[in-house]
């Protein structure tokens, strides 16, 4: 029987251009830069962000990773200091992110969504009553997994809003912002 796991976004394997990767594979790792990685597709990045969602960004401040996962756990990594620290997330989020998050010890406080989002009034209220402070909010604001919900222009302005009233670094999972039904 074929099944479909919408728990991840998965790719059909059959839809790799494998012979041309192969290739340029060959050619890039003769000159692999390390770090951040090419300059040519962090410029590329850049611009399509600028392009997107508006805003200006230095390829200087990207860095290639392998797929998304890979940076929302090392940003975890990165902002947490020990095992027990708090992390605001959407009440249900993507599977690989909270056992990432759980196996680095992360704690995860659990915000409800709507249609327009996680809330943002709830999320002042968890914050009030929290012993710690959370180290980070982690959201899903274009194509939220799993709920599908898609934050509202006001909802994204009071977050950061909020955030900037907390100190809370926002980090965006936003690998499914192209994807448009
Ligand atoms: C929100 C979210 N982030 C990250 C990932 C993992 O992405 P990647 O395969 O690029 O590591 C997924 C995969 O389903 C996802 O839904």
Same mark, same amino acid.
């Given at each position: 029987?074929?099944? %479909? &796991?919408?728990?991840?976004?998965?790719? =059909?394997?059959?839809?790799?251009?494998?012979?041309?990767?192969?290739?340029?594979? #060959?050619?890039?790792?003769?000159?692999?830069?390390?770090?951040?990685? @090419? #300059? @040519?597709?962090?410029?590329?990045?850049?611009?399509?962000?600028?392009?997107?969602?508006?805003?200006?960004?230095?390829?200087?401040? +990207?860095? #290639?990773?392998?797929?998304?996962?890979?940076? !929302?756990?090392?940003?975890?990594?990165?902002?947490?200091?020990?095992?027990?620290? *708090?992390?605001?997330?959407?009440?249900?989020? %993507?599977?690989?992110? +909270?056992?990432?998050?759980?196996?680095?010890?992360?704690?995860? !406080?659990? +915000?409800?969504?709507?249609?327009?989002?996680?809330?943002? &009034?709830? *999320?002042?209220?968890?914050?009030?009553?929290?012993?710690?402070?959370?180290?980070? =909010?982690?959201?899903?604001?274009?194509?939220?997994?799993?709920?599908?919900?898609?934050?509202?222009?006001?909802?994204? =302005?009071? #977050? =950061?809003?909020?955030?900037?009233? @907390?100190? *809370?670094? +926002? !980090?965006?999972?936003? %690998?499914?912002?192209?994807? @448009?039904?």
């Amino acid at each position: 029987m074929t099944s %479909c &796991d919408f728990a991840i976004g998965q790719t =059909i394997p059959e839809t790799f251009p494998a012979e041309a990767l192969k290739q340029a594979a #060959l050619r890039a790792i003769d000159r692999y830069p390390g770090a951040k990685g @090419h #300059l @040519h597709p962090r410029e590329l990045m850049a611009r399509r962000e600028t392009e997107r969602e508006g805003v200006s960004v230095n390829p200087e401040h +990207i860095a #290639l990773m392998n797929g998304s996962m890979q940076s !929302v756990a090392l940003a975890g990594q990165a902002l947490m200091s020990a095992p027990g620290d *708090l992390v605001i997330t959407e009440d249900y989020s %993507c599977s690989g992110t +909270i056992a990432s998050y759980k196996g680095t010890g992360l704690e995860l !406080v659990g +915000i409800p969504v709507d249609a327009d989002g996680m809330r943002v &009034d709830l *999320l002042e209220q968890r914050l009030n009553t929290l012993p710690v402070k959370p180290k980070f =909010i982690y959201t899903l604001p274009s194509y939220q997994n799993p709920t599908g919900t898609r934050m509202s222009r006001q909802q994204r =302005i009071e #977050l =950061i809003a909020l955030a900037a009233r @907390h100190d *809370l670094p +926002i !980090v965006e999972g936003n %690998c499914y912002g192209d994807v @448009h039904f």
